[in-house]
């Protein structure tokens, strides 16, 4: 979902500054705004505009589970510029680590030892444009740290598994 707390206008000045330094790529964005901001929408999708980012941004909102798994499997990277920092509470973040994708993102504001910079996910040690930009070129040329990361998140996914959860509630529940 595109709603405040996203970092969707870091997210759109990161892909500005990536374009306007020469680099194709695309951006597929994916889901809806929340029904609490309906106007956030809007201004979003006029900010792709005001920047000239048509043709590099595409904006698909809100697609069946299938194309969303399709776009996810095809895709290099992903980009997460949360405001609140990286968490397993991310349900973006949990989807692309179960497709194994490595992901780009802000640094978890609660500490998450399980969670590691550069094996799991990879996020700059500053949360600003320069910084994300830098490692999102990096990400866009580096094939050995693509390779890493999706190894991380696929190693990763599998503590998120249903059954994993289930066996440690039960280990919490019985003691």
């Known amino acids: 979902m595109i709603y405040p707390g996203k970092g969707m206008d870091v997210l759109l000045d990161v892909v500005e500054a990536v374009k306007n330094k020469g680099y194709q790529f695309q951006l597929k964005l994916i889901g809806g705004s929340i029904i609490y901001h309906p106007a956030f929408n809007e201004e979003f999708l006029n ?5 000239r980012l048509e043709g590099v941004v595409d904006y698909l909102g809100l697609l069946p589970a299938e194309q969303v798994s399709q776009w996810l499997q095809a895709s290099r990277f992903l980009f997460f510029p949360y405001d609140r920092g990286i968490s ?3 349900g973006t973040f949990m989807a692309a680590l179960a497709h194994g994708k490595p992901v780009l993102t802000a640094p978890p504001v609660v500490p998450m030892p399980f969670i590691k910079n550069r094996l799991h996910a990879v996020w700059p040690e500053k949360t600003d444009v320069s910084n994300y930009t ?3 070129i990096k990400l866009l040329m580096d ?3 693509i390779r890493r ?3 991380g998140a696929k190693g990763l996914s599998s503590c998120f598994t249903w059954e994993r959860i289930a066996s440690e509630l039960d280990l919490v529940l019985r003691s």
């Open 149 to 151: 990361l999706e190894q």
């Open 143 to 145: 094939n050995e740290l």
């Open 134 to 136: 830098e490692m999102f």
């Open 88 to 90: 397993d509470r991310r």
């Open 47 to 51: 900010k792709i505009h005001q920047k």
